[in-house]
């Protein structure tokens, strides 16, 4: 895990708001604002922050399923924002997504044969009738769905084995990158941690990158190598798992962490409660966009974004007065 597949160098996404008779701009979202960060091969960055914080938009603006508004995304070393069409088409082999709703992006007009067989076809992939059928029997054995599956339509499945049928076809065109959102959000707590660990023996035996996008921290720990850190479209901190959860810095991931229920009623647990809502993104406040709710703000918070400081190799936060 020592070479990068994924490197976003100072990624912004910005969406314009349209309004009077003319539809002129009158003013517009940050969702990702200037972000930098890389994702070793085989690894699993766990991505966190409350909602509306641009988890989502950053996911899909690294799939150019939302194009960014500036910045460079490179996997394996080359800049896929600057791909044409036909490039572009050809790189989404090595790139895919597992949405949140498995109720959602499934076509319930489809069998599952037709949903796992579709991408093969459009990236011409097994040419043969027997070789795609073969390959579908391998992609439910990946997912531990039988083979009658192929011929049933998604309204025939639980929650959880629809959320399968997505993680198949995601790996139907053998891809190397797998943005995950929210994958688990959806289902009940007991298939969560099927789905979880499914996905985590499938990372070890086809060497998966995973970008895991999730509310659950509990669940991000288990799955996750490093964990990113979001909060009104920028990058707070970035640690090791273990490093992150164990010694937070920013007072925003401490709070965030703090919400964490503990399953032992006799431990009694420290509950940061921040105080006024999440600013507009329409409208962030000048400085660190944090500092209106943090019980640790100076007066510096308030006049310009903190610099990226680094506690070891592994751990980068952005704070005027961290945690110690």
């Known amino acids: 895990m020592s070479e990068n597949l994924i490197e976003v160098k100072n990624l912004c996404k910005r969406f314009p708001i349209k309004g009077g008779l003319l539809g002129r701009e009158v003013g517009a979202v940050n969702a990702v604002n200037n972000i930098s960060f890389s994702i ?9 922050g409350e909602s509306g914080c641009g988890k989502t938009t950053l996911g899909r603006s690294l799939l150019r399923l939302i194009e960014p508004t500036s910045g460079e995304v490179l996997f394996n070393g080359s800049d896929i924002l600057k791909y044409n069409n036909n490039e572009m088409r050809a790189m989404r082999r090595k790139m895919q997504i597992i949405f949140q709703d498995p109720y ?3 076509n319930p007009r489809m069998t599952v044969g037709s949903i796992l067989e579709e991408p093969l076809i459009i990236h011409n992939l097994f040419q043969t ?7 579908l029997y391998k992609l439910l054995e ?11 339509y998604p309204h025939e ?19 190397e990158f797998i943005v995950c959102d929210e994958p688990v959000s959806a289902l009940d707590v007991s298939v969560q941690a099927q789905v979880v660990n499914l996905l985590m023996d499938l990372q070890k035996e086809l060497g998966l990158t995973y970008l895991f996008i999730a509310h ?4 991000v720990e288990y799955i996750s190598n490093r964990v990113a850190v979001m909060y009104l479209g920028n990058m707070i901190e970035v640690a090791e798992s273990h490093e992150l959860y164990g010694g937070a810095r920013h007072p925003y991931t401490k709070a965030l962490f703090s919400a ?17 809502d999440i600013p507009s993104p329409m409208n962030p406040p000048a400085g660190c966009h944090f500092h209106p709710r943090c019980w640790m703000a100076k007066e510096e ?5 903190p610099p990226v400081e680094s506690l070891s190799s592994t751990h980068e936060y952005r704070c005027y007065n961290p945690i110690n």
């Open 301 to 305: 918070c308030k006049m310009s974004y």
């Open 157 to 175: 499945f639980s929650g959880g084995q629809r959320q399968r049928v997505c993680i198949a076809r995601a790996l139907a065109v053998e891809p």
């Open 260 to 276: 964490i229920p503990n399953p032992n009623p006799n431990v009694s647990k420290e509950r940061i409660i921040l105080e006024g």
């Open 129 to 135: 009738k027997e070789e795609r059928q073969k390959r």
């Open 40 to 48: 070793k091969k085989g690894e699993t960055l766990g991505l966190v």
């Open 216 to 219: 659950d921290l509990k669940v």
């Open 142 to 152: 990946y997912v531990q769905l039988p083979k009658d599956a192929l011929n049933k």
């Open 104 to 106: 959602a992006s499934l």
